[in-house]
């Protein structure tokens, strides 16, 4: 009976271990060196998607190979870093350009990859003639609202059942140092549609494809602050909930990962608690853009050491702090950095005053830094029973 049911128990492992991907461990034995498997390997263990943007320019260039190496070897999800953005889907009004994109879907099929759709709804990187016709008044507010709905129905059905999650709508609330410091909508969308335009996008996007998970997308939403009107985490909460409250078919909330090593940045507990709050309101949650920077100081780009290190530390901290608090969060399905290699990055070219840089996992010549081992420690080092397997999202009817 004994021997039974400890056989049994072993056959339970091994067929587990076959759909997590990993290797059965019995106690007393080593486990296999995992050191040397990918974090997309190591990820699934625990059931979570490791995922990068991709920058379809490095993708595409052969004398690049080390890219496009990378992107299928190391994650299991994939973001377009701009290629789907409308700007670049729709550069004269009524001519689409897909190429970039069904590329970028087709890369990731061959490599069982699954795709995170950015962006539906945002204020930047849209078309001039659509701004522009906004602003001479040849557009009007109905045409608009009509375009809107047009964009997100067509772009949705192109890749109805190839998209894991939608960012729909990204970006929409302020920042505290924005006047006034109440947080509140901005931007080109609820200034011309209202605020109104939100629960309509996540009614559009559900009705194109019933099936791809719809999330709100938003940096600086790594933890609450004071929960007063000007915290940012704090609005979006709210925002969220009312908008499940009304049926509006909202699947999870994206926190991008944008940080900084100047910054005072946040404790694992306190990131997991924003996202149990938003699992709690019946969200998935996710990691959509993480990336670290740090200040270029003259010492940073001298080589000098004793600037370097710390700042190489305070990275690998931070994208360990995320990962922790991710892999805690049972809804929280995946963590996806906002491209891996110093060698392409935005952001280099995105703050400049002062310069900023080291964003990413790996440096400029593809040498995984500490922020990449870290973690992956994270993933090797955590399992029951504080980190367990994710639990599945069903799209809201
Ligand atoms: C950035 C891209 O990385 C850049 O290449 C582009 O010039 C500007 O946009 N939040 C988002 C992303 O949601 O779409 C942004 O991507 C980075 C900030």
Known sequence: MRLRRLLLGSAVAVVLAGTLNVVPVSAGSTPQEPSGQSLRALGARHGLYIGTAVDMAALDDANDPQYRQLVASQFNTVTAENVMKWESLEPTRGNYNWGPADKLVEFAKKNNQK???????????????????????TIT?????????????????????????????????????????????????????GAGYIADAFRWARAADPSALLFYND??????????????????????????QSGVPIDGVGSQGHLGTQYGNYDAFQVKEALDAFSDLGLATAFTEVDVRSQMTAGVQAGDSNEINPRLQASAANFSVLMQACLANRHCLSYTVWGFTDKHSWVPGWFTNPPEGLATLYDENYQPKRAYNSIKADLIFSGPPYVQPRIPQNPKR
């Open 115 to 137: 795709v995170r759709g950015h962006v539906l709804v945002w204020q930047n990187q849209l078309p001039a003639w659509l701004t522009e016709g906004v602003a001479n008044g």
């Open 141 to 193: 507010t109905a045409q608009l609202r009509d375009l809107l709905r047009k964009h997100i129905t067509t772009v949705v059905k192109r890749y109805k059942g190839k998209i894991w999650q939608w960012d729909v709508v990204n970006e929409a609330a302020t920042d505290p140092w924005d006047s006034p410091p109440e947080i509140h909508l901005k931007g080109f969308w609820a200034q011309h549609l």
């Open 219 to 244: 940096y600086n939403l790594e933890a609450f602050g004071d929960k007063g009107p000007g915290d940012k985490t704090y609005f979006v909460y709210k925002m969220v909930k009312q908008l499940r």
